[in-house]
């Protein structure tokens, strides 16, 4: 994904010192007991999912809260568990040397933002989408070690003028920062439209909060298609594959012969990230 990725892995920088997601509100509820795909709700029923409290508005079973209408999102809880279809234990496995910046509890908070993420279709697609998802992170930030670009020569890239809103925070403001190495003002401005926050006046968000650097990496992998023809979670749920999120990712210099060597290594990522999920890899697993 030229306008947003990194070109090359190298171009990210260990982040000093550890950053914490932002506390729940002292406000918010007690975490009502898990959802249960098993279990019959009726109308005013009160489930816990990814960590937020789900009313139902009428009868349901097996329908994912967040990824139907049929549940009303009464916002974030306290004192539940994480349900996410990769367990806290798993995201250690997989990211072992990770920076402290990059936090389980960070990846759970931005869960909200697109609860369709990794919670629609069987827990085999679900399960898959979230090992891709994790696959591009780990090739992106060299196993979440990294928060953003090392090479400063390169942050004035970053910054297209000929956008009507320019680049507010500085023309060198706009380098590459999180899990996918988000950057771009114009990239910046859109997300933050999207998400609620003023990333283009204050880009430095996405490297001091875990969860807004989590939910960028979302963004990009819910909403655009990149060099692709669909987003990447449209790949997984509606089953192209890994290859097309590697196409709508970084397509126009990996896929098609561009660089037949990184495409081999974020494969060989995902199949051993699928290892560690207990999930087989499934089809069209290269572009």
Known sequence: MSTVLSAVIAMAAFLPGAAHAAPVSAAAERCAPLWSASTTYTAGGSVSHHGRNWTAKWWTRNENPGATTVWEDRGACTGGVSDFVISEAEFDEIFPERAPFYTYQGLIDALHAYPRFANTGTEATRSREAAAFLTHADFESVGLRYVKEINEANYWIKCDYSQPFGCPAGRSAYYGRGPIMFSWNFNYKAAGD??????????????????????????????????????????????????????????????????????????????????????????????
Request: overall charge negative; proline content about 5%; some cysteine.
């Open 194 to 287: 999207a998400l609620g926050l003023d990333l283009l006046n204050d880009p430095w968000l996405v490297e001091r909060d875990p969860s807004v650097a989590w939910q960028t990496a979302l963004w990009y992998w819910n909403t655009q298609n990149g060099p692709g023809t669909m987003t990447s979670h449209d790949a997984m749920v509606g089953g192209a594959g890994f290859g097309e999120t590697i196409r709508s990712l970084n397509g126009s210099l990996e896929c098609d012969g561009g660089n037949p060597e990184s495409v081999a290594a974020r494969v060989a990522k995902y199949e051993r990230i699928t290892g560690v999920v207990g999930v087989d890899p499934g089809s069209g697993l290269t572009c």
